[in-house]
Each structure stands twice: as C-alpha cells, then as structure tokens.
C-alpha cells in the first residue's frame, strides 16, 4: 500500500466524520439521546453506507486501521478543541435549550429541538415527575439528554457532571 492511497483514506475518513457530525447537528440531537428501533438501525445503515466513501476499493486489514485511526483522531481533535475554544463546542454542539419553567412549557423551544408534547411528558416521566405543572426547570441538554429539576430546583433528576456552566436559551 502506498503513502498515497493511506493519505486519501484519511481524507474521506475525515470528510465523512465532518459530514455526519454536520447532519447530525443539522437534523438535531434528539435521536442520541435515547434511541429507539428505528434510530438504530439508522446508525447501523449510515455507518455501513459510508463506509465505502472512507476506504474506497481498498478492503484490507491496513485501510481499516487507517480509517479507525482517522476517525479517533479526528474525535480527539473535536474534544480538544470544545475544550479550548468554547464557541466552537457551542457552534458544534449548541446550547441547553429550556423547554419548561416554572411549570410552563417553552413551546417555541420545544419545536426548535423537534419533540412533541408527548416526548417532553414521557421524558419528565422517566425522570418520576408526574405532570409537566409540577417541573420547576427542564433543560434539553447538548447530549440530547433531558435535564428535569422540581420542588424548587432542590431535586435534580439529571445526574451527569457538567465542567462548565452554559448558558441556556430561555425565550422568557
């Protein structure tokens, strides 16, 4: 194999990881959170359509190794730089997006992160909350991850460590 044909498997490689993270950001972040039936096999068939487009007609042991390696690099790259430079994890990954406060939804809000009224109630739900009126704060999270505080933000529901504190896009 030559320099050449490994260099040009990196390159798609990374076309393809900046393509997906693009259209993933594009087309929203709800599907990661929690994924059903029919997102996982939309993982599934993506990564098998692109896979192709990474190593092109090359199959062997090696251009996977260079493709898999692209692909870490590039990962570590992205992670490096939100660390660093948070207006680039901001236009990457964007910001919390409230959808309810005090016990009223954020409808605008809720449209922008393409979810129903009924995924917000399961999702409040999931968290032991029984009715959106008893939510102080519900956050869409950068992860797609949905962060629900009541009884006067005393009890969290959301249990991941954030390192840094977003702001939130509140549309108040």
Not at 40 to 57: C, D, E, H, K
Not at 73 to 91: S, V, W
């Amino acid at each position: 194999m030559m320099w050449n044909d490994l260099l040009q498997i990196t390159g798609r490689t990374v076309a393809v990881y900046l393509f997906i993270v693009l259209f993933l950001r594009i087309f929203g972040k709800k599907e990661l959170a929690q994924l059903s039936v029919v997102d996982l096999v939309f993982i599934l068939l993506i990564s098998n359509s692109v896979q192709n487009a990474m190593v092109g007609p090359d199959t062997s042991l090696t251009g996977g190794l260079v493709a898999a390696g692209a692909l870490f690099i590039t990962n570590f790259i992205f992670k490096y730089l939100f660390r660093k430079l948070p207006f680039i994890n901001r236009l990457i990954q964007g910001e919390p997006i409230m959808l309810i406060y005090k016990g009223v939804v954020k409808n605008g809000n809720l449209k922008q992160v393409q979810m129903s009224l009924e995924e917000l109630e399961a999702a409040i739900r999931e968290h032991g909350v029984e009715h959106i009126n008893q939510v102080d704060l519900a956050i869409f999270e950068v992860d797609g991850n949905i962060s629900v505080l009541s009884k006067n933000f005393q009890h969290s529901t959301h249990h991941k460590h954030m390192s840094h504190k977003p702001t939130l896009k509140s549309n108040i």
